[in-house]
């Protein structure tokens, strides 16, 4: 995503140093013509309905920036689906999915008259069916379905097993169509599932595809009218560059094979793999220090900004934006939280830095700032968009002091 020209750093037409002259870090850049272009490539190369997972980042413009680009939503709660339609995506081409709806959520999606609700259990389905009633009202649903497929992924990120809550366990699904049998407000018109996130494996996807294919039969076979297959999230991406990427071709061809015969559309509903490479996160060097033999430069951004190291010992790859100096030192870059998980990266070769000095953490567009915190009050980190020449601030959060809001203690508390 950064482009180096004369020693500046640049991010389309914008260069690095001129955003940080005019913000203070820690903040995310995001690539406008790098999320359009990731979009168009996979949309042109798997050629089905896309669901953006805005999970992923569910920033206003970037689900705007989907939405233009032809993108559905995939969202998971009543938030994430008001600030898709306020977004600008169709009611038409939203699907509520998510493990615990309440009737509140439900109703709230029955109004805004989406595409579908998928359904994650037979309580969930039972209380689908009298809201609607309630509503008086025929509402489509799909099914998500538990096809017990390990997605080879990391364990915190894996959702397709049988023992994770996700879905409808597949040897359920005679007790659910004996249910569904009286249910008069439900309309079964999609099946769909979700097997984990960063799946690289072709072979896992083969077999996604394999189950669901024979579960729509199954679903046919007793009737029902399927129109639509959702295989789910997860694309892997690459976050470091010796690592090889997920190979689309491939995953096309296997799903032709797989799906050339069917009567139903199929859909996609990524997250990581449409913004994870078009972001990056900028944070100032505060502190360098050795303890124990250790090189530490302790930065302002931390887990309350990037969890996904210290949660998951994820890899994100770091760029020193001045190379200056010809001494190498092997850093440990951490963050400002009083915890010792607030670790970016361990003993990483950098030429010698200072303070004040600027880091890139990258490939943080997915599952950056939507999982940010204020721990520490240390306050959100700033989001802005780059689009050609220009950049614009796309989120702006609360100044820490405001949210303390002192003067609303009650006086019983003294
Ligand atoms: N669909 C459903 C039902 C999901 O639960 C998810 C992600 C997606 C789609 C999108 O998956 P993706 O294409 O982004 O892999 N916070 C973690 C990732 C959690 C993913 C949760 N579900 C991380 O930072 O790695």
Request: glycine residues 6%.
């Amino acid at each position: 995503m950064i482009n180096h020209i004369n020693n500046k750093h640049f991010i389309e037409g914008v260069s690095l140093e001129d955003i940080s002259q005019a913000h203070p870090t820690p903040f995310y850049v995001y690539s406008q013509s790098k999320i359009t272009s990731t979009y168009e490539s996979l949309k042109n190369t798997l050629d089905t309905e896309i669901f953006y997972a805005i999970k992923a980042n569910s920033n206003q413009a970037i689900i705007k920036l989907m939405a233009s680009l032809g993108a559905g939503a995939d969202v998971v709660s009543v938030g994430e689906l008001e600030r898709a339609i306020t977004a600008g995506v169709s009611s038409k081409k939203i699907i509520f999915e998510g493990i615990g709806k309440t009737k509140k959520d439900i109703a709230y999606a029955i109004e805004k008259n989406i595409r579908l609700i998928n359904v994650e259990s037979i309580d969930e389905l039972e209380r689908i069916d009298k809201v609607a009633l309630h509503q008086n009202i025929k509402v489509d649903i799909g099914i998500r379905l538990n096809p017990n497929i390990d997605g080879k992924t990391i364990d915190k990120i894996t959702t397709g097993k049988k023992t994770d809550k996700f879905g409808i366990d597949t040897d359920q699904l005679e007790e659910m169509f004996q249910i569904l049998k009286d249910l008069q407000n439900v309309n079964l018109i999609s099946i769909s599932c979700h097997v984990g996130s960063q799946i690289f494996s072709i072979n896992v996807f083969i077999k996604i595809f394999q189950k669901m294919k024979n579960n729509a039969q199954i679903f046919i076979d007793k009737g029902y009218s399927i129109k639509h297959v959702d295989l789910g999230g997860g694309l892997g991406v690459k976050y470091q560059e010796n690592k090889e990427a997920l190979n689309l071709k491939l995953l096309k061809e296997e799903l032709n094979k797989c799906f050339n015969d069917t009567p139903y559309k199929l859909s996609f509903e990524p997250g990581r793999y449409l913004v994870a490479n078009a972001g990056i996160l900028i944070t100032s060097v505060i502190t360098t220090k050795n303890n124990g033999g250790i090189n530490f430069l302790i930065t302002d951004a931390g887990m309350h900004s990037l969890i996904r190291p210290a949660l998951y010992q994820a890899h994100h790859e770091i760029e020193a934006v001045n190379k200056d100096s010809n001494e190498f030192i092997n850093y440990t870059i951490a963050g400002p939280i009083c915890e010792s998980s607030d670790i970016f990266a361990k003993n990483i070769g950098l030429p010698k830095q200072k303070v004040g000095n600027l880091l890139v953490i990258k490939d943080t567009g997915a599952y950056g700032k939507v999982m940010a915190s204020n721990y520490n009050s240390r306050g959100l980190p700033l989001e802005i968009l780059v689009n050609n020449e220009d950049f614009v601030v796309i989120h702006q959060p609360l100044n820490v002091k405001e949210f303390i809001a002192l003067d609303q203690i009650p006086e019983w508390f003294n």
